[in-house]
């Protein structure tokens, strides 16, 4: 991740802005510079408090969010040397999220705004994922981004900050949340990604044979929860016929769960670069994965792999900043104010489901809050 901790406000390239996140269970926050460069990053997981309950329990967030969140900007602006007033614009992530974390970065962010006279720039958390290798990388748009987390997978076309084309989605569960359940299922612990991505490296993966959702269908969408319950029962098989579930049993169900979930993807991604193909032609372009999932090594090996066979340049943040992080909101929000592209709206409101392609139907969920996926 590039970082460094200069000494005077003088010497940051403008415009500076301050990104807040606060949509889940990290309490973030950054400074970035337009040279690319983040002056001071500070993330605060809730992990310990949230492993006992196996997941996200929405209130302990939006708690833990009020009793930090302000201690960390104090030592973020202490670390890089700056006041409210040297920033260009603050920005915090406005949605999609938890409706209670959301408000407590955004009140705070609005605060600060209105304090230091600075403009607010509402940021989309699924952008803030989507921009962010345009900090770490040089990254020219359009490119195709695989966007993978834990509650959202999805393919898209990205041609500027705010303007993109929806190629594929999930019909129903995240990549991530079918990894985070795997493992709650197998007894593996939370965070669910990490404990099965461990397990897998000492199992087989061809021992066990589950299916393959959406796999050869003629379009670019995703379906995980078959393969969910396709888990359930290939360890209930293995309880009924051995007892107990072994600690082999749970490796090889997880190495078949992994290949299986990057066989998917790779896939769904084949059709999509054709897509990508026939609208901006055979130039040179990237393929990017982003979001908590493309933390996975063995993920990316097989990603970056299909973006060589395909004539791609394959990118993916470093994995500090896959997870959710206060200086992807930074980055995004800078892009949206140096190109214009932002309300400085202290009325707007958080946002739980907030689409990054507006004219995309809705495939999961039509409430007036909007479509889940």
Same mark, same amino acid.
């Given at each position: 991740m590039?970082?460094?901790?200069?000494?005077?406000?003088?010497?940051?390239?403008?415009?500076?802005?301050?990104?807040?996140?606060?949509?889940?269970?990290?309490?973030?926050?950054?400074?970035?510079?337009?040279?690319?460069?983040?002056?001071?990053?500070?993330?605060?997981?809730?992990?310990?408090?949230h492993a006992e309950f196996g997941g996200v329990v929405p209130e302990i967030a939006a708690r833990q969010h009020i009793s930090h969140l302000d201690h960390l900007l104090k030592d973020l602006m202490d670390e890089a040397g700056l006041k409210f007033r040297d920033l260009d614009a603050v920005a915090a992530t406005t949605g999609p999220g938890l409706v209670g974390g959301l408000m407590v970065g955004?009140?705070?962010?609005?605060?600060?705004?209105?304090?230091?006279?600075?403009p607010f720039v509402a940021v989309n958390h699924l952008e803030g994922h989507a921009l962010t290798v345009r900090l770490?990388?040089? &990254?020219?748009f359009?490119?195709?981004? *695989?966007? =993978?987390? +834990? #509650?959202?997978?999805?393919?898209?076309?990205?041609? %500027?900050?705010?303007?993109?084309?929806?190629?594929?989605?999930?019909?129903?569960?995240?990549?991530?949340?079918?990894?985070?359940?795997t493992a709650k299922l197998l007894g593996l612990g939370y965070p669910g990604g990490p404990a099965v991505e461990a397990a897998a490296r000492e199992g087989n993966p061809k021992r066990f044979r589950l299916p393959k959702p959406m796999v050869g269908k003629p379009h670019c969408n995703f379906s995980f929860s078959g393969l969910k319950t396709a888990v359930r029962r290939l360890a209930e098989d293995c309880v009924e016929r051995e007892g107990l579930l072994?600690?082999?049993?749970?490796?090889?169900?997880?190495?078949?769960?992994?290949?299986?979930?990057?066989d998917?993807?790779?896939?769904?991604?084949?059709?999509?670069?054709?897509?990508?193909?026939?609208? &901006?032609?055979?130039?040179?372009?990237? *393929?990017? =994965?982003? +979001? #908590?999932?493309?933390?996975?090594?063995?993920?990316? %090996?097989?990603l970056e792999t299909l973006a060589s066979a395909n004539g791609l340049t394959f990118v993916a943040p470093p994995l500090s900043l896959c997870t959710d992080n206060g200086a992807m909101i930074a980055w995004a929000g800078l892009e949206r104010f140096r190109s214009d592209?932002?309300?400085?709206?202290?009325?707007?409101?958080?946002?739980?489901?907030?689409?990054?392609?507006?004219?995309?139907?809705?495939?999961?969920?039509?409430?007036?809050?909007?479509?889940?996926?």
């Open positions: 590039p970082a460094t901790n200069m000494s005077t406000e003088t010497d940051y390239m403008r415009p500076l802005v301050l990104g807040i996140e606060t949509s889940c269970d990290e309490t973030a926050a950054a400074i970035v510079s337009a040279d690319r460069k983040v002056i001071a990053h500070k993330v605060l997981s809730q992990i310990d408090e955004v009140m705070t962010a609005k605060a600060i705004a209105k304090a230091a006279d600075k770490t990388d040089e &990254v020219s359009p490119y195709l981004l *695989l966007l =993978v987390s +834990g #509650g959202h997978c999805q393919i898209l076309m990205v041609e %500027g900050p705010g303007s993109y084309t929806r190629l594929g989605t999930t019909i129903d569960d995240a990549a991530g949340e079918a990894f985070d359940k072994l600690k082999t049993d749970r490796a090889d169900i997880c190495a078949a769960f992994q290949m299986t979930i990057a998917c993807l790779e896939d769904r991604l084949k059709r999509a670069i054709g897509l990508f193909r026939e609208q &901006v032609g055979t130039g040179n372009h990237a *393929l990017v =994965v982003a +979001g #908590g999932v493309a933390a996975n090594a063995y993920l990316r %090996g097989k592209e932002f309300d400085d709206d202290m009325d707007v409101s958080v946002r739980p489901r907030w689409p990054l392609d507006g004219d995309a139907k809705p495939m999961v969920g039509k409430g007036k809050k909007g479509a889940k996926a």
